[in-house]
């Protein structure tokens, strides 16, 4: 009975240990990736952004915590960084120049964002 047991189990563990004559099984290499070419021009620059030239009025927007915006005549809506506080009136009609931001993010997620290069109330 002893021997019917110990079999399996001699059989077993040499069966797992590594043959001297065992095959190593081939390790294939990866292909070599690709050379990039050589750079000899640099990378075309994205053209500026169009300036923006339009009138529109200004609005208080409650959402994420409140902030100022401003409609253009033509619906489009815009997100003024640091708009001074002389036109932070709701309802303020405004003729304004800007600069899209086009490498910035918000949170706010209307309108486009811009930077105001020059701004004057509509009478």
């Known amino acids: 009975m002893k021997l019917l047991v110990a079999l399996p189990a001699l059989l077993l563990a040499t069966a797992c240990a590594a043959s001297p ?3 190593e099984p081939i390790k294939q290499a990866a292909p ?4 990039a070419p050589a750079m000899t021009e640099s990378a075309p620059r994205a053209p500026a952004p169009a ?3 339009t009138t529109g009025t200004v609005r208080h927007l409650d959402l994420e915590g409140g902030f100022w915006g401003i409609v253009a ?3 489009r809506k815009f997100d003024p960084m640091g708009l001074d506080a002389r036109f932070q009136k709701e309802g303020l009609r405004v003729r304004f120049e800007a600069t899209p931001e086009t490498d910035m993010m918000s949170t706010r997620m209307w309108g486009t964002m811009i930077s105001i290069t020059r701004i004057e109330i509509v009478k």
């Open 32 to 35: 070599a990736a690709p050379e």
């Open 51 to 53: 300036s923006i030239s």
């Open 73 to 75: 005549d033509d619906g």
């Open 21 to 23: 004559n065992a095959v």
